[in-house]
């Protein structure tokens, strides 16, 4: 097999933590309008049970750097598979379990530990062993990655459907959706055996052979000895085997550690995963469509978010990561205010749904891969782990309050009854949306074309040297 060939096939199976991450994550969509029903749960507990798994993605991102440096990226992805599994298993309620929603939570959770984990470590893989130039394109497989798992999963919930009755999926169908993941869940645990280690890791703990020979069959001979001494340079601070920590509270590191994790919680205050989460509920109760819809209707949802990652993959490399950002955050607000205006006035129809998928094919070419791009490429070497592990944690600590506060709010009187007329959240959005038009202008840096260790050089001009 060719460099080029072998490099897209390792991408691509860690990438599969991506997929995951977006079934995992897209599944609660079908399942929640079905065991919602079933379990007759109020808006709060409703945003309780669909959020419960971010509690598990914030610890297991907040771990991921710890777990990253101490046993390396290809066995946090292969726990990360583990508890994929586990949770898939579990979340379908098999008669040998009680059929509680504390049961259900308790799976939800280690579900999300696992997409934690593996969102930290995947994308920190790939960009490890990604020649520089193609950096932003094979990261970028990992949100393709995210929204085929999505796009995935709502053609399995529809077709499963289908195949109930509407009571049936109510009492039974929401079962087989849960536990449709564990194909994919197998497949990426046996394959990511077969990949190799991180290079950046190896030579973190001394492995340099190791670590060149991996660079070597990614890499022309001529590149893998121009990485290996850029790495080294890079970590000529920590010559031995054991890497200094270096706090993340300096002068030079904390405004960058600031900067990615402002730009993570911005990409979940935009709403993605409200409408992700909850668009079965969107589409019923805000845009009025049948429960035989609905489903149908999370297949465009998910076909947009599928096609429109391509066009970012194509353009990342090309146009840049912040000209991708705020060309998608108009888009994303244009969307929204057709979305909200149309319920506003009471016009609900096709341009509401235009809006809905204007605001998804908008988010799937900017904020969902480059947010991701950026956070692989931005944080120095030395304290790369720690610094993507916080930002990743403050991410799915946003994505908690969206989730469980979205239903509230949609569902509150305020909303439905009051002067707002079921408009609020998207309004609320749309602000967060200028915020992160503001902020990409002022504080985020462009990254294209740079090497890792080009990008310390430039944090260093701007905040200082990194002191260990």
């Known amino acids: 097999m060719s460099k080029n060939g072998l490099l897209i096939l390792i991408t691509s199976v860690a990438a599969l933590g991506g997929l995951l991450f977006g079934y995992d994550t897209g599944v609660i969509n079908g399942t929640q309008f079905y065991f919602s029903k079933y379990f007759e749960l109020e808006s709060a507990m409703k945003g309780w049970v669909v959020s419960s798994a971010l509690v598990g993605c914030f610890l297991g991102a907040i771990s991921s750097g710890f777990m990253t440096k101490t046993i390396g990226r290809k066995n946090s992805l292969i726990i990360s598979a583990l508890m994929f599994t586990i949770s898939a298993w579990g979340s379908g309620m098999p008669s040998v379990l009680p059929e509680t929603i504390t049961v259900l939570v308790i799976f939800r959770i280690i579900g999300g530990i696992g997409i934690g984990l593996a969102s930290m470590a995947a994308p920190t893989y790939i960009a490890e062993i990604a020649p520089k130039d193609r950096r932003g394109v094979l990261v970028s497989f990992y949100q393709l990655a995210i929204v085929t798992g999505f796009f995935v999963v709502f053609l399995a919930t529809y077709f499963i459907g289908n195949n109930f009755t509407p009571e049936e999926n109510v009492s039974e169908g929401w079962r087989w959706m849960f536990w449709s993941e564990l194909i994919p869940c197998f497949l990426f645990l046996v394959l990511t055996f077969f990949i190799p280690r991180s290079p950046r890791w190896l030579m973190m703990v001394g ?60 990409q979940q205050f935009t709403g993605i995963n409200a409408v992700l989460y909850y668009g079965g509920d969107i589409f019923e109760k805000a845009l009025g469509y049948g429960q035989e819809d609905v489903l149908a209707q999370q297949i465009l949802l998910g076909a947009v978010n599928f096609g429109f990652t391509f066009v970012a993959m194509y353009t990342v490399d090309k ?134 260790e080009e990008l310390e050089g430039v944090w260093a001009e701007k905040y200082g040297k990194i002191e260990s």
């Not at 660079?215 to 920590?238: C, G, Q, T, Y």
């Not at 979305?339 to 998804?360: A, E, K, R």
């Not at 916080?390 to 469980?404: C, D, F, K, M, R």
Request: with cysteine; hydrophobic share 50%; glycine share 8%.
């Open 207 to 266: 492995k340099e052979e190791e670590a060149l020979k991996v660079l070597n069959r990614l890499h022309e001979p001529e590149a893998a000895l121009k990485e290996i001494e850029e790495i080294k340079h890079s970590l000529k601070r920590e010559a031995n085997s054991e890497a200094k920590t270096v706090s993340v509270w300096q002068s030079a590191v904390l405004p960058i550690v600031l900067i990615g994790s402002a730009l993570s919680l911005l």
């Open 319 to 452: 146009w840049g990561r912040k000209p991708l950002i705020l060309f998608g955050s108009y888009g994303m607000l244009l969307g929204f205010i057709l979305l909200g205006g149309s319920l506003y006035f009471n016009q609900v129809g096709v341009i509401s749904l235009i809006g809905v998928l204007m605001f998804i094919g908008s988010f799937a070419l900017s904020m969902g891969p480059v947010t991701w791009v950026l956070l692989a490429e931005m944080f120095p070497n030395s304290v790369r782990s720690t610094a993507m592990s916080i930002a990743v944690a403050v991410q799915w600590g946003g994505n908690y309050l969206v989730s469980q506060m979205f239903p509230i709010m949609a569902e509150s009187e305020a909303n439905v009854s009051g002067p707002w007329n079921k408009s609020m959240p998207y309004v609320v959005f749309g602000i967060c949306i200028i915020i992160l038009i503001i902020f990409t202008k002022k504080y985020v840096l462009e990254t294209k074309g740079k090497s890792l």
